[in-house]
T-cell receptor
Framework: NAGVTQTPKFRVLKTGQSMTLLCAQDMNHEYMYWYRQDPGMGLRLIHYSVGEGTTAKGEVPDGYNVSRLKKQNFLLGLESAAPSQTSVYFC??????????????FGEGSRLTVL | LAKTTQPISMDSYEGQEVNITCSHNNIATNDYITWYQQFPSQGPRFIIQGYKTKVTNEVASLFIPADRKSSTLSLPRVSLSDTAVYYCPAEANTGGFKTIFGAGTRLFVKA
């Protein structure tokens, strides 16, 4: 049981390049999230999805796009990378949060550097 | 807007009990209170969750008063390996369920 797997774990981009981060979960979770974490700061929600085929904006969505074509996968895309997007990106998944707060399961993170 | 407030940092010594308090602004009736721990270069991981009164597991205790406006994470007899960032995220249930993390509390345990 792998849990939440993120690829790639490290990437260096030049300004203006595009890339996609892949998140895969094998726990049959409905909800998936993308967060970014900058040095000394907490996690900020970029986009999230409450089910296959649905996505929604979080706190800092600008400059990113997402897709959830399959329940187990959540993709985060950067169309034109900027140095301000240098960060560590974490994917998470959870069961639907009705009633008890769903525990979030996180991946190991993807460290992105934009030069 | 749901939001939580917690101290930015705390220091402790090995063997001491550490209590980290979180204020839960606008917590909804159905929301549970959850705490996470994050080590450097890792994703956060679940520690404990509760709704009311006291919850205890093998790692920590969670105290929640009757008005649920705050919560206290208690770590008994901390060790160096408990040095981490601790989060008590808020649940924002407008427009879909989403978990909002703040900056967390950076706990540094000294020998």
């Amino acid at each position: 049981n792998a849990g939440v797997t993120q690829t790639p774990k490290f990437r260096v981009l030049k300004t203006g390049q595009s890339m996609t981060l892949l998140c895969a979960q094998d726990m049959n979770h409905e909800y998936m999230y993308w967060y970014r974490q900058d040095p000394g700061m907490g996690l900020r929600l970029i986009h999230y999805s409450v089910g296959e085929g649905t996505t929604a904006k979080g706190e800092v969505p600008d400059g990113y796009n997402v897709s959830r074509l399959k329940k187990q996968n959540f993709l985060l895309g950067l169309e034109s990378a900027a140095p301000s997007q240098t960060s560590v990106y974490f994917c998470a998944s959870s069961l639907p949060q009705t009633g008890p707060t769903g525990e979030l399961f996180f991946g190991e993170g993807s460290r992105l550097t934009v030069l | 807007l749901a939001k939580t407030t917690q101290p930015i940092s705390m220091d402790s010594y090995e063997g001491q009990e550490v209590n980290i308090t979180c204020s839960h602004n606008n917590i909804a009736t159905n929301d549970y209170i959850t705490w996470y721990q994050q080590f450097p270069s890792q994703g956060p991981r679940f520690i404990i969750q509760g709704y009311k009164t006291k919850v205890t597991n093998e790692v920590a205790s969670l105290f929640i008063p009757a008005d649920r406006k705050s919560s206290t994470l208690s770590l008994p007899r901390v060790s160096l390996s408990d040095t981490a960032v601790y989060y008590c995220p808020a649940e924002a249930n407008t427009g879909g369920f989403k978990t909002i993390f703040g900056a967390g509390t950076r706990l540094f345990v000294k020998a």
